[in-house]
């Protein structure tokens, strides 16, 4: 069946440091792929998605493509702040019309410290 | 515009019984999903309704059923009760419920089984 496997955390990092969140898949047909985003005390926030391959998904400085041969979507952010911190979500749904049934990974936790 | 609400924000029950919860999604949102959400398992895809019909179900026994109104207000049920099943249960509501669409996610309900 459908999978995602993200690196497990925590990851800390310093103030201005580049972020990598590594995210594969294993999914029949063409998914389409998003990172959720879950701040201390809040509830999940879509952050960014693509729905096709080698799309760019991006938002308030992250980036992600779609890299449908290498299966990934990693997440990238040039230069992090504090208000980064938070739980990260990649997951997929099979790309169809028939509704969304997201498969997410385990999450990581990323700190970032001033 | 009001977000996805849910209710109750918090429940305790015993093992054995059962439980209702609900799930308000955003206005003119037709698609409601629900997720389990559980420090060892982390999030987990329950059903996926639109216009009053399943169209989606995960891995999940058959205690847990769900229904939807012609409002698209959600229920979602859990009967016989496992220690298991304590969770933060996440609903979640978009347009149409395909990838192109945006889903928001409710803030949840906390589910203590004792």
């Known amino acids: 069946g459908d999978s995602v496997t993200q690196m497990e955390g925590p990851v800390t990092l310093s103030e201005e440091a580049f972020l990598t969140i590594n995210c594969t898949y294993t999914a029949t047909g063409y998914p389409s792929l998003f990172w959720y985003v879950q701040y201390p005390g809040e509830g999940l926030q879509l952050l960014l998605k693509?729905?096709?391959?080698?799309d760019k998904g991006s938002n308030k400085g992250f980036e992600a493509t779609y890299r449908k041969e290498t299966t990934s979507f990693h997440l990238e952010k040039g230069s992090v702040q504090v208000s980064d911190s938070a739980v990260y979500f990649c997951?997929?749904?099979?790309?169809?019309?028939?509704?969304?049934?997201?498969?997410f990974g385990k999450g990581t936790s990323l700190l970032v410290t001033p | 515009k009001a977000g996805v609400t849910q209710t109750p924000r918090y429940l305790i029950k015993t093992r054995g019984q059962q439980v209702t919860l609900s799930c308000s999604p955003i206005s003119g949102h037709r698609s409601v999903s629900w997720y389990q959400q559980t420090p060892g398992q982390g999030l987990q895809f329950l059903f996926e309704?639109?216009?009053?019909?399943?169209?989606n179900k995960g891995n999940f026994p058959g205690r847990f059923s769900g229904r939807q109104f012609s409002n698209s207000r959600s229920e979602m049920n859990v009967s016989t009760l496992e220690l298991g099943d304590s969770a933060l249960y996440l609903c979640?509501?978009?347009?149409?419920?395909?990838?192109?669409?945006?889903?928001?996610f409710g803030p949840g309900t906390r589910l203590t089984v004792l």
């Open positions: 309704y639109f216009s009053e019909t399943q169209r």
């Open positions: 997951a997929l749904s099979p790309n169809s019309n028939s509704g969304y049934a997201l498969n």
């Open positions: 693509a729905t096709k391959a080698d």
């Open positions: 979640a509501s978009s347009l149409e419920g395909v990838a192109t669409d945006t889903q928001y």
